[in-house]
């Protein structure tokens, strides 16, 4: 078994909680309580389409020799979660509009779903810049494509006719996405009068001390840090596992609430409510959040959460639409 297979890394993997949460982390831990949820002809069918996957043979060789089927499946998934992330720094890649970074999109290539032929990064599939202003500033239009019509996309595809080329390639996309919509700071941007355009989902907003480097990484932080863009990935889903294993199970109702309108609405009123609160003030600081404090706590309580509900809908979506 994979897990006992690697009881030494999960072991070492049993930190503080506060140093634990959306990197590869947090990813693989939604896609570790989805998998618990799936029925076994949604797990044999995520299993043939994640082989169509280009980085399949890379995923394959690392995990252990005598790990079970059961168990290869497992990891093959939760390591599938990353693969959105991972093509940002793979060089066959590259981002579209060179002018924002790529993180706007630009064009007609931006809404294109054509497969692992597509070899554009759509860094703006990732997020949706949802504006608020706490200061009456006007607020700016949201681009799109974004994560919300990326998903709902991605979704009627799985549940179509479709080749199951575009499937898996659809399939892996929402193992991501599904995850980084329940991330408050992927749903917002806060606008005011000193900065016009909004502040890239927190990524503006500095920190300084013990958190990271800005108020967007922080949260992207909150399940695990280490291992961020880590080669060996395998030690990144001992340690999801570890958090998985204890994390709240939501109630079915909101478990069963697949309307991707309202997960986008849902991080959006956690970003008021809970990411833009003291020590985080109206500008782009530098602020300094304490290890343990109040506003660490109950980040890393909503964190959890938001993951926990991400695995639960992910698994229900797949159940329900998959074909």
């Known amino acids: 078994m994979l897990r006992r297979t690697l009881v030494g890394l999960v072991l070492a993997a049993i930190l503080p909680v506060s ?12 896609d570790y309580v989805a998998y618990q949820r799936l029925t076994a002809s949604t797990k044999a069918r ?27 499946d497992l990891t093959i998934f939760m390591i599938a979660a990353t693969w959105a992330d991972d093509i940002k720094g793979e060089s066959q890649y590259s981002d579209d509009g060179p002018d924002s970074g790529g993180n706007v999109p630009d064009g007609a290539s931006s809404s ?6 597509d070899l554009l990064r759509h860094r703006y599939w990732h997020f949706t810049d949802t504006p608020f202003s706490p200061d009456g500033a006007a607020l ?14 991605f979704r009627a595809v799985l549940a179509s006719a479709e080749a ?7 399939l ?7 995850g980084d919509v329940h991330q408050p700071l992927h749903a917002t941007t806060r606008v005011t009068q000193a900065e016009l355009k909004g ?23 909150l399940p695990g840090v280490d291992c961020q863009f880590c080669s060996n990935k395998v030690n990144c889903v001992a340690r999801a596992i570890v958090l998985g294993k204890r994390l709240p199970v939501p109630v079915a109702q909101s478990a069963h609430n697949i309307k991707t309108a309202t997960w986008v609405h849902e991080s959006f009123e956690a970003a008021q409510s809970v990411v833009y609160h003291l020590p985080i ?3 782009d600081g530098p602020y300094t959040i304490v290890p343990a404090s109040l506003y660490d706590a109950k980040a890393e309580r909503l964190a959890h959460a938001r993951i926990a509900l991400a695995g639960a809908r992910l698994a229900y979506l797949l159940n329900k639409e998959l074909k």
């Open 164 to 170: 199951d080329e575009l499937k898996s390639y659809d």
């Open 112 to 117: 294109q779903n054509t497969g692992y032929s």
């Open 46 to 72: 995520v299993a043939v389409l994640l082989k169509l996957n280009p980085d399949f043979p890379k995923w394959e060789k690392q995990i252990p020799a005598g790990t079970s089927p059961e168990d290869h």
């Open 281 to 283: 003030g109206p500008g």
């Open 140 to 153: 700016p239009a949201n681009p799109t494509p974004n994560v919300e019509t990326q998903i709902d996309v």
């Open 19 to 30: 140093l634990l949460a959306w990197g590869p982390i947090g990813h693989m831990t939604v």
């Open 172 to 178: 892996t996309w929402l193992l991501h996405l599904v």
């Open 199 to 221: 502040d890239a989902g927190g990524n503006n907003v500095k920190l300084k001390g013990d958190a990271a480097s800005n108020l967007h990484a922080y949260w992207d932080d």
